[in-house]
Protein backbone atom coordinates (compact mmCIF):
# COMPACT_ATOMS: atom_id res chain seq x y z
CA UNK A 1 0.00 0.00 0.00
CA UNK A 2 1.49 3.77 -0.39
CA UNK A 3 2.12 6.02 2.30
CA UNK A 4 2.59 9.50 2.62
CA UNK A 5 4.62 11.12 5.02
CA UNK A 6 3.95 14.58 6.82
CA UNK A 7 5.92 16.55 8.67
CA UNK A 8 5.21 20.60 10.18
CA UNK A 9 8.14 22.45 9.04
CA UNK A 10 10.21 21.48 12.35
CA UNK A 11 10.60 18.23 10.96
CA UNK A 12 14.02 18.88 9.59
CA UNK A 13 14.74 16.43 6.59
CA UNK A 14 17.59 16.17 5.22
CA UNK A 15 18.13 17.45 1.21
CA UNK A 16 17.68 13.67 -0.06
CA UNK A 17 14.65 13.12 1.58
CA UNK A 18 13.10 16.62 0.46
CA UNK A 19 13.32 15.38 -2.79
CA UNK A 20 11.69 11.64 -2.12
CA UNK A 21 7.91 11.92 -3.01
CA UNK A 22 6.87 10.05 0.33
CA UNK A 23 7.50 12.98 2.31
CA UNK A 24 5.75 16.24 2.46
CA UNK A 25 6.28 19.28 4.75
CA UNK A 26 3.69 21.95 5.94
CA UNK A 27 4.86 25.06 6.63
CA UNK A 28 4.50 26.95 9.85
CA UNK A 29 4.36 31.04 9.67
CA UNK A 30 7.34 32.98 11.16
CA UNK A 31 6.77 36.42 12.27
CA UNK A 32 9.53 39.00 13.27
CA UNK A 33 8.18 42.15 14.44
CA UNK A 34 5.51 43.20 10.98
CA UNK A 35 7.64 40.77 8.81
CA UNK A 36 6.33 37.19 8.32
CA UNK A 37 8.37 34.17 6.56
CA UNK A 38 6.56 31.00 5.66
CA UNK A 39 8.85 27.77 6.82
CA UNK A 40 8.89 26.41 3.25
CA UNK A 41 11.99 25.88 0.74
CA UNK A 42 12.00 29.71 -0.02
CA UNK A 43 13.40 30.18 4.21
CA UNK A 44 16.41 32.17 3.93
CA UNK A 45 18.19 31.23 7.28
CA UNK A 46 20.89 33.99 6.83
CA UNK A 47 18.24 36.46 6.27
CA UNK A 48 15.48 35.59 8.92
CA UNK A 49 18.75 35.41 12.02
CA UNK A 50 19.79 39.16 10.89
CA UNK A 51 15.92 39.96 11.49
CA UNK A 52 16.33 38.37 14.65
CA UNK A 53 19.42 40.29 15.54
CA UNK A 54 18.32 43.71 14.67
CA UNK A 55 14.68 43.18 16.55
CA UNK A 56 14.03 43.88 19.94
CA UNK A 57 11.52 41.25 19.89
CA UNK A 58 10.87 37.28 20.10
CA UNK A 59 10.30 35.80 16.68
CA UNK A 60 6.77 34.00 16.56
CA UNK A 61 5.23 31.09 14.87
CA UNK A 62 2.15 30.21 13.97
CA UNK A 63 0.89 26.79 12.96
CA UNK A 64 -0.72 25.62 10.26
CA UNK A 65 -4.19 25.60 9.68
CA UNK A 66 -6.23 22.51 9.59
CA UNK A 67 -7.25 23.31 5.86
CA UNK A 68 -4.23 23.11 4.99
CA UNK A 69 -4.01 19.87 6.79
CA UNK A 70 -6.97 18.33 4.98
CA UNK A 71 -5.80 19.44 2.04
CA UNK A 72 -2.47 17.32 2.51
CA UNK A 73 -4.70 14.45 3.46
CA UNK A 74 -6.60 14.43 -0.03
CA UNK A 75 -3.28 12.40 -1.36
CA UNK A 76 -3.97 8.92 -3.24
CA UNK A 77 -1.64 7.47 -0.64
CA UNK A 78 -3.90 4.62 1.46
CA UNK A 79 -1.62 5.57 4.79
CA UNK A 80 -0.75 8.77 5.93
CA UNK A 81 1.46 9.31 9.22
CA UNK A 82 1.69 12.87 10.36
CA UNK A 83 4.86 14.39 12.66
CA UNK A 84 3.65 17.37 14.36
CA UNK A 85 6.55 19.50 16.69
CA UNK A 86 6.10 18.79 20.54
CA UNK A 87 2.29 19.90 21.21
CA UNK A 88 3.47 22.06 24.64
CA UNK A 89 5.42 24.00 21.86
CA UNK A 90 3.29 24.27 19.25
CA UNK A 91 -0.31 23.73 18.31
CA UNK A 92 0.74 21.87 14.84
CA UNK A 93 -0.65 19.24 16.90
CA UNK A 94 -4.42 20.16 17.24
CA UNK A 95 -4.43 21.57 13.93
CA UNK A 96 -3.40 18.33 12.49
CA UNK A 97 -6.11 16.52 14.45
CA UNK A 98 -8.73 19.18 13.41
CA UNK A 99 -7.60 18.51 9.92
CA UNK A 100 -8.11 14.57 10.15
CA UNK A 101 -11.66 15.15 11.68
CA UNK A 102 -12.20 17.69 8.78
CA UNK A 103 -10.93 15.40 6.32
CA UNK A 104 -13.22 12.20 7.67
CA UNK A 105 -16.38 13.98 7.91
CA UNK A 106 -15.97 15.28 4.12
CA UNK A 107 -14.46 11.93 2.45
CA UNK A 108 -14.86 9.16 4.77
CA UNK A 109 -12.96 7.59 7.16
CA UNK A 110 -8.90 6.87 5.99
CA UNK A 111 -5.39 5.32 7.39
CA UNK A 112 -4.64 8.82 8.54
CA UNK A 113 -1.95 8.69 12.18
CA UNK A 114 -1.25 12.10 13.46
CA UNK A 115 1.51 11.82 16.16
CA UNK A 116 3.10 14.26 18.61
CA UNK A 117 6.60 13.74 18.54
CA UNK A 118 7.41 15.07 22.12
CA UNK A 119 10.30 16.20 20.17
CA UNK A 120 11.26 18.61 17.51
CA UNK A 121 13.48 18.77 14.27
CA UNK A 122 15.84 15.98 14.22
CA UNK A 123 13.39 13.98 16.78
CA UNK A 124 10.88 14.13 13.85
CA UNK A 125 13.22 13.52 11.55
CA UNK A 126 13.78 10.16 13.15
CA UNK A 127 10.43 8.94 13.69
CA UNK A 128 9.78 9.92 9.90
CA UNK A 129 12.72 7.37 9.03
CA UNK A 130 11.66 4.65 11.02
CA UNK A 131 8.19 4.79 9.41
CA UNK A 132 9.93 4.86 6.26
CA UNK A 133 11.71 1.89 6.89
CA UNK A 134 8.95 0.17 8.44
CA UNK A 135 6.52 0.96 5.16
CA UNK A 136 9.18 -0.18 2.96
CA UNK A 137 9.38 -3.44 4.29
CA UNK A 138 6.00 -3.91 4.30
CA UNK A 139 4.51 -3.50 7.50
CA UNK A 140 0.78 -2.99 8.41
CA UNK A 141 -0.40 0.70 9.20
CA UNK A 142 -1.67 -0.39 12.76
CA UNK A 143 1.48 -2.04 13.32
CA UNK A 144 3.95 0.98 12.06
CA UNK A 145 1.77 3.47 14.20
CA UNK A 146 2.43 1.32 17.32
CA UNK A 147 5.69 0.51 17.08
CA UNK A 148 6.34 4.71 16.74
CA UNK A 149 4.68 5.31 19.66
CA UNK A 150 6.27 3.09 21.80
CA UNK A 151 9.66 4.18 20.33
CA UNK A 152 8.62 7.73 20.47
CA UNK A 153 7.48 7.15 24.37
CA UNK A 154 10.01 4.40 25.80
CA UNK A 155 13.29 4.89 23.65
CA UNK A 156 13.80 8.11 22.17
CA UNK A 157 15.08 11.22 23.94
CA UNK A 158 16.00 14.62 22.15
CA UNK A 159 19.41 16.74 23.59
CA UNK A 160 20.13 20.07 23.24
CA UNK A 161 22.51 22.90 23.76
CA UNK A 162 21.96 25.99 22.54
CA UNK A 163 24.13 29.45 22.18
CA UNK A 164 21.71 31.59 23.40
CA UNK A 165 18.90 30.95 25.63
CA UNK A 166 16.90 34.00 24.66
CA UNK A 167 13.84 32.52 22.93
CA UNK A 168 13.15 29.82 24.97
CA UNK A 169 13.31 32.63 27.60
CA UNK A 170 11.16 35.08 26.00
CA UNK A 171 8.62 32.41 24.80
CA UNK A 172 8.15 31.24 28.11
CA UNK A 173 10.32 27.80 28.47
CA UNK A 174 12.52 28.98 30.56
CA UNK A 175 12.62 31.26 33.67
CA UNK A 176 13.80 34.59 33.66
CA UNK A 177 16.39 33.58 36.27
CA UNK A 178 18.09 30.35 35.09
CA UNK A 179 17.82 31.97 31.37
CA UNK A 180 20.23 35.53 33.26
CA UNK A 181 22.54 33.04 35.05
CA UNK A 182 23.62 31.08 32.13
CA UNK A 183 24.24 33.97 30.26
CA UNK A 184 25.97 36.09 32.76
CA UNK A 185 28.23 33.37 33.74
CA UNK A 186 29.07 31.38 30.12
CA UNK A 187 27.21 28.78 31.82
CA UNK A 188 25.76 25.98 29.03
CA UNK A 189 22.88 24.06 29.80
CA UNK A 190 22.33 20.57 28.59
CA UNK A 191 18.52 20.45 27.92
CA UNK A 192 16.66 17.83 27.00
CA UNK A 193 12.30 16.91 27.09
CA UNK A 194 10.29 14.97 28.97
CA UNK A 195 7.10 13.86 27.01
CA UNK A 196 7.96 17.70 25.08
CA UNK A 197 8.33 19.48 28.34
CA UNK A 198 11.57 21.06 27.97
CA UNK A 199 14.07 19.91 31.47
CA UNK A 200 17.42 20.76 32.48
CA UNK A 201 20.00 17.84 32.83
CA UNK A 202 23.51 19.08 33.20
CA UNK A 203 25.41 22.39 32.89
CA UNK A 204 28.86 23.41 31.40
CA UNK A 205 30.98 26.51 31.30
CA UNK A 206 31.30 27.12 27.35
CA UNK A 207 29.62 25.08 24.76
CA UNK A 208 32.27 22.78 23.57
CA UNK A 209 32.10 21.37 27.46
CA UNK A 210 28.66 21.03 28.00
CA UNK A 211 28.37 19.42 23.79
CA UNK A 212 31.07 16.53 25.41
CA UNK A 213 28.88 16.28 28.12
CA UNK A 214 25.53 15.88 25.94
CA UNK A 215 26.92 13.68 24.18
CA UNK A 216 28.16 11.27 27.24
CA UNK A 217 24.57 11.87 29.06
CA UNK A 218 22.59 10.72 25.89
CA UNK A 219 24.78 7.79 25.46
CA UNK A 220 24.80 7.33 28.79
CA UNK A 221 20.75 7.16 29.21
CA UNK A 222 20.07 5.09 25.91
CA UNK A 223 19.75 1.64 25.91
CA UNK A 224 21.64 -0.26 23.43
CA UNK A 225 23.14 2.95 21.51
CA UNK A 226 24.63 0.58 19.41
CA UNK A 227 21.64 0.18 17.45
CA UNK A 228 20.52 3.38 17.16
CA UNK A 229 21.47 6.03 14.60
CA UNK A 230 21.65 9.52 16.01
CA UNK A 231 20.61 12.64 14.44
CA UNK A 232 22.00 15.66 14.77
CA UNK A 233 20.43 19.64 13.52
CA UNK A 234 22.48 22.24 13.77
CA UNK A 235 21.28 26.27 13.17
CA UNK A 236 24.16 27.43 11.27
CA UNK A 237 26.78 25.92 12.28
CA UNK A 238 27.91 22.61 10.87
CA UNK A 239 31.22 22.41 11.97
CA UNK A 240 29.88 22.55 15.42
CA UNK A 241 27.51 19.81 14.28
CA UNK A 242 30.41 17.92 13.01
CA UNK A 243 32.14 18.22 16.53
CA UNK A 244 29.26 16.28 18.23
CA UNK A 245 29.36 13.56 15.66
CA UNK A 246 33.07 12.64 16.13
CA UNK A 247 32.27 13.27 19.79
CA UNK A 248 29.39 10.59 19.92
CA UNK A 249 31.94 8.30 17.41
CA UNK A 250 34.63 8.04 20.34
CA UNK A 251 31.65 7.13 22.68
CA UNK A 252 29.85 4.05 20.47
CA UNK A 253 30.56 2.58 17.25
CA UNK A 254 27.46 4.07 15.51
CA UNK A 255 26.43 2.14 12.13
CA UNK A 256 25.67 6.09 10.99
CA UNK A 257 24.93 9.77 12.37
CA UNK A 258 23.23 12.18 10.49
CA UNK A 259 23.52 15.74 9.87
CA UNK A 260 20.56 18.03 9.24
CA UNK A 261 19.98 22.02 8.80
CA UNK A 262 17.43 23.39 10.93
CA UNK A 263 14.93 25.55 9.04
CA UNK A 264 12.47 28.16 10.31
CA UNK A 265 10.70 27.11 13.34
CA UNK A 266 13.74 24.88 14.81
CA UNK A 267 16.08 28.76 13.78
CA UNK A 268 13.66 30.30 16.24
CA UNK A 269 13.73 28.35 18.95
CA UNK A 270 17.68 26.77 19.06
CA UNK A 271 18.97 30.33 17.65
CA UNK A 272 22.31 31.22 15.83
CA UNK A 273 24.45 28.12 16.63
CA UNK A 274 22.23 25.82 17.83
CA UNK A 275 22.58 22.14 18.49
CA UNK A 276 19.77 19.53 19.19
CA UNK A 277 20.31 15.55 19.18
CA UNK A 278 18.01 12.68 18.32
CA UNK A 279 18.86 9.07 19.41
Known sequence: MGYKIIGDSCMDITAEMRKDPHF???????????????????????????????????????????ETFKQAYMCPE??????????????????????????EEEFGPKNIAVIDSWSASPGEMRLAMMIQEFSEAGMEFAEIV??????????????????SLDALKKNGRLTGLSAFVATALNIKPVMSAEKGVIIKLDQARGIRKALIKMCA???SRTEK?????????????????????????KLVDFEDVLITETAGVATV??????????I
Open 269 to 278: YASDGGIILA
Open 78 to 103: ENVYVITLSSPLSGSYNSALVGRKMY
Open 146 to 163: EKIEAFKTDKMRTYFVLE
Open 225 to 249: PEERIPVIAHCNNRERAEFVKQELL
Open 217 to 219: LAV
Open 24 to 66: QIIPLTLQVDDVHVIDDETFDQQSFLKLVRESPNCPKTACPSP
